[in-house]
């Protein structure tokens, strides 16, 4: 799967299609409207759907191009649904001289997937980040908010195997 684009089904809830509406109809008379219903759709969803982004931008009267024009300029919007795990491992000059770059290297083949991406199944992805400001730790990864740190590639692996153990992959 490693280089294999997966294209996610946009899944939406009611409640989820409930509670944007009610954001919406609240901004869209809003002056500057449309970074805090980016902010709001992310946090109901998980990340920017196209079919959400085209709500917004419908709402709110801008264009579809300026709404992702904005959304790709802040690095805290995504567009692609994170996993149920979220494995950031740090690549800051203390971890990757202390070896994080093979430890990514071993998630990237295990998971089947590139920093970020997310398996098919939607149980882990996988990201790399430049300081989590633990360099004491080095090297160090989290897992959504569980830090790891004074890993060496066994360490690493064994932490990869106990989320494995629990999720599972298809990757």
């Given at each position: 799967m490693i280089g294999q684009t997966v294209v ?32 709001e759709a992310q946090r109901i969803y998980g ?57 990514l290297d071993s998630y990237e083949l295990e ?61």
């Amino acid at each position: 799967m490693i280089g294999q684009t997966v294209v996610f089904e946009f899944i939406e809830t009611t409640s989820q299609a409930e509670e944007l509406a009610a954001v919406l109809e609240r901004l869209k008379n809003q002056a500057g409207g449309q970074m805090p219903a980016l902010q709001e759709a992310q946090r109901i969803y998980g990340y920017l759907p196209i079919e959400v982004l085209q709500r917004i931008a419908k709402e709110l009267a801008v264009s579809l191009e300026k709404l992702y024009s904005t959304a790709t300029f802040y690095s805290q919007f995504t567009f692609v649904p994170k996993g149920e795990y979220t494995i950031s491992i740090c690549m800051g000059t203390a971890c990757y001289v202390k070896g994080a770059g093979n430890i990514l290297d071993s998630y990237e083949l295990e998971l089947g997937i590139k920093a970020g991406e997310t398996t098919a199944d939607r149980k882990f992805t996988l990201e790399s980040c430049r300081c989590i400001g633990a360099c004491g730790l080095a090297p160090v990864l989290t897992v959504n908010e569980e830090v790891y740190g004074r890993l060496t590639q066994k360490k690493g692996d064994k932490v990869l195997a106990t989320y494995l153990k629990r999720g599972g992959t298809d990757g």
